[in-house]
T-cell receptor
Framework: GAGVSQSPRYKVAKRGQDVALRCDPI?????LFWYQQALGQGPEFLTY????????KSGLPSDRFFAERPEGSVSTLKIQRTQQEDSAVYLC???????????????FGAGTRLSVL | KQEVTQIPAALSVPEGENLVLNCSFT??????LQWFRQDPGKGLTSLLL?????REQTSGRLNASLDKSSGRSTLYIAASQPGDSATYLC?????????????FGEGTQLTVNP
């Protein structure tokens, strides 16, 4: 596709409900990133994939958060037993190839706005 | 732990003014620094990327400078326009080869009044 696509754009969940957020990266992009952006804050790193390998998940706030990219393209961020503090915009980004670190621009999707009631 | 701070948090200017947005970071071991623009309800758009070995980058009315040793970057916007109204974020990327995460500041919300 032309850019990074995320779905759904908006998600309202009841506390305790499980949610799944989808990211379609730019075709051919090797690296994929998830960020969490709270209202009025900058994005904070959650996790990073290179192809299907999850190389860094140190930013995931708890074991209720799980991300996968089984075929090295589409990725899903799953949040189990959602809590109010999970309310945020979840941004996905992709970049072409991590080997050329210096010139690797991350392209961001529009995000999924999650509201937990 | 890398920390990125942006000043001011919000800025309102009349159309046509030149303005400067500031970004500072605590760990100078960076690979590059990026400036992004974020419009309400939309994702981030990369504006400028400065390699750690560079001092500045220019694109149109935008000029970004980097002083790595002092941990500072500035984004200069010339002849501001109402369409420049958005939140501007700076982000740094660590120097270690396995480090791909970006660390963001909290952003500067810019309003350019016609």
């Amino acid at each position: 596709g032309a850019g990074v696509s995320q779905s759904p754009r908006y998600k309202v969940a009841k506390r305790g409900q499980d949610v799944a957020l989808r990211c379609d990266p730019i075709s051919g992009h090797v690296s994929l990133f998830w960020y969490q952006q709270a209202l009025g804050q900058g994005p904070e790193f959650l996790t990073y994939f290179q192809n299907e390998a999850q190389l860094d998940k140190s930013g995931l706030p708890s074991d209720r958060f799980f991300a996968e990219r089984p075929e090295g393209s589409v990725s899903t961020l799953k949040i189990q037993r959602t809590q109010q503090e999970d309310s945020a915009v979840y941004l996905c980004a992709s970049s072409l190839n991590d080997r050329a670190l210096a010139k690797n621009i991350q392209y961001f999707g529009a995000g999924t706005r999650l509201s937990v009631l | 732990k890398q920390e990125v701070t942006q000043i001011p948090a919000a800025l309102s200017v009349p159309e046509g003014e030149n303005l400067v947005l500031n970004c500072s970071f605590t760990d100078s071991a960076i690979y590059n620094l990026q400036w992004f623009r974020q419009d309400p309800g939309k994702g981030l758009t990369s504006l400028l990327l400065i390699q750690s070995s560079q001092r500045e980058q220019t694109s149109g009315r935008l000029n970004a400078s980097l002083d790595k040793s002092s941990g500072r970057s500035t984004l200069y916007i010339a002849a501001s326009q109402p369409g420049d109204s958005a939140t501007y974020l700076c982000a740094v990327r660590p120097r270690e080869t396995s480090g791909s995460r970006l660390t963001f500041g909290e952003g500067t919300q810019l309003t350019v009044n016609p």
